[in-house]
Nanobody, 119 residues
Framework: QVQLVESGGGLVQAGGSLRLSCAASGRTFDVYRMGWFRQAPGKERKFVAS????????AYADSVEGRFTISRDNAKNTVDLQMNTLKPEDTAVYYCATSSSNYGAYDYWGQGTQVTVSS
């Protein structure tokens, strides 16, 4: 069992920045990969970014590449998402999640944090 708690969401103007944080606890030794997803009202949940826990290799959705940066602190079991040059279309509930493999489904999810970008 892994518990995930996101924080750092809020309201920001277009062009601004936010930094989200996800704290993991519980049986985190099986975590191979962590990711960020987002879900806008009436839309499906979509992938944003991921990071391999040991090597730190990253992947990004095309819509955020160059603007968002995912990072992790292995000692603290946290993963952050630095979001720059925010756009109104970035508005969504952001979730962090863990996976026990490099290709499989994500196993555990946080409760989400709201990000609202005004024009």
């Amino acid at each position: 069992q892994v518990q995930l708690v996101e924080s750092g969401g809020g309201l920001v103007q277009a062009g601004g920045s936010l930094r989200l944080s996800c704290a993991a606890s519980g049986r985190t030794f099986d975590v191979y990969r962590m990711g960020w997803f987002r879900q806008a009202p009436g839309k499906e949940r979509k992938f944003v970014a991921s990071i391999r826990w040991s090597r730190g290799t990253t992947a990004y959705a095309d819509s955020v590449e160059g603007r968002f940066t995912i990072s992790r602190d292995n000692a603290k079991n946290t993963v952050d998402l630095q979001m720059n040059t925010l756009k109104p279309e970035d508005t969504a509930v952001y979730y962090c999640a863990t996976s026990s493999s490099n290709y499989g489904a994500y196993d555990y999810w946080g409760q989400g944090t709201q990000v609202t970008v005004s024009s």
